[in-house]
């Protein structure tokens, strides 16, 4: 039994990064046969990782078709934003009053790698050091509860976070940003804090819609 859960962990694992780097985008179908050669596994735990993946809001099931990456619309698009930005807000007030300087000084090392990255290597560098900052934002706020679910939401948001990173300039918004985070963090006002940080998921939602609104006027 703890095999079997350990390998459908793995399975999950794989897909979610696969997802993560771009290798798996909305609409794609994935390939059972595929996945149990590369991770030397039978087929049940491949099946089992879907159907938790399906219930994660990740995979979307079609008897006689197979498994494909759900493709999320613009209106649930909107409502992960909205429930982001309140997480996010909710972080930033737990975290302002109980931060440190040592994890303030952790946080600025991360914004100067995510910052080099985001010039040099691209949006697969970008994209998963900019995963891991927010989430150690939200791992220091102190609340675990808070924590598991808010990775479960991100992992809904993978492949939408990556369209809004193909705006123009959209990097160079993100790291202002973020450093307005830092700024409110470093002050330990906690509605300083939420505010800058719901404002960052907001201000990304747009910067996603506006891509979205040019792919649609050029496609017309």
Do not use: C, W
């Not at 938790?52 to 197979?66: D, F, H, Q, S, V």
């Not at 939200?138 to 609340?143: D, I, L, S, T």
């Not at 906690?190 to 907001?202: F, G, I, K, N, T």
Request: without cysteine; aromatic residues 4%.
């Amino acid at each position: 039994m703890l095999r079997s859960v350990t390998l459908t962990g793995l399975v999950q694992e794989e897909i979610l990064r696969r997802i993560k780097t771009g290798e798996l985008q909305a609409g794609a179908k994935l390939n059972e046969n595929d996945l149990a050669e590369h991770l030397q596994t039978s087929r049940s735990p491949i099946r089992e990782a879907f159907r938790a993946l399906e219930e994660a809001g990740l995979l979307r099931m079609e008897k006689n078709r197979g498994v494909f990456i759900r493709e999320i619309s613009d209106t649930e698009a909107a409502e992960l934003y909205q429930v982001r930005a309140g997480f996010d807000e909710m972080a930033g007030r737990l975290l302002a009053p109980r931060i440190t300087d040592a994890q303030l000084q952790e946080l600025r090392a991360m914004l100067d790698q995510l910052e080099a990255s985001s010039s040099k290597g691209g949006v697969n560098h970008y994209f998963p050091l900019n995963i891991g900052f927010h989430d150690r934002l939200v791992e220091m706020a102190g609340n675990a509860t808070l924590h598991g679910i808010y990775r479960q939401l991100v992992n809904r948001m993978h492949l939408l976070r990556r369209r809004g990173f193909s705006a123009a300039g959209s990097s160079q918004a993100s790291h202002g940003e973020h450093r307005l985070i830092l700024e409110a963090l470093a002050t330990r006002d906690p509605d300083a804090a939420a505010q800058a940080m719901r404002q960052h998921v907001l201000s990304g939602y747009q910067r996603a819609f506006s891509v979205r609104s040019a792919d649609e006027a050029v496609a017309g």
